[in-house]
């Protein structure tokens, strides 16, 4: 499990960093979250702050493609990587 958990708090940071790198989706990040560029650095480690930025990804389809294409990643690794953090768990209502 642990090892799970280090794995996707890993790809989270390479998410975060992509979208560092990407000045138009960064902008839609710090609009759509409200979050400054000083908050994104204190909590960049923070396994809960990684599971939100794996959901910010996750809203576009093409952000996950083309994400995953240029780090050669399967595409559903992303929802995979979400799962194993805190507040990704799957709700079974039945």
Not at 15 to 27: P, Q
Request: with cysteine.
């Amino acid at each position: 499990m642990q090892k799970t958990q280090e794995s996707a708090e890993t790809l989270g940071l390479q998410v975060l960093g992509w979208l560092v790198g990407n000045d138009d989706l960064m902008s839609v990040f710090l609009g759509s979250t409200g979050i400054s560029e000083a908050d994104i650095r204190a909590r960049a480690t923070d396994p809960l702050f990684l599971g939100a930025v794996l959901d910010f990804l996750m809203m576009d389809d093409a952000w996950v493609i083309r994400f995953c294409d240029e780090h050669t990643i399967a595409y559903d690794r992303i929802m995979q990587a979400r799962a194993a953090l805190p507040g990704g768990e799957q709700v079974n209502w039945t």
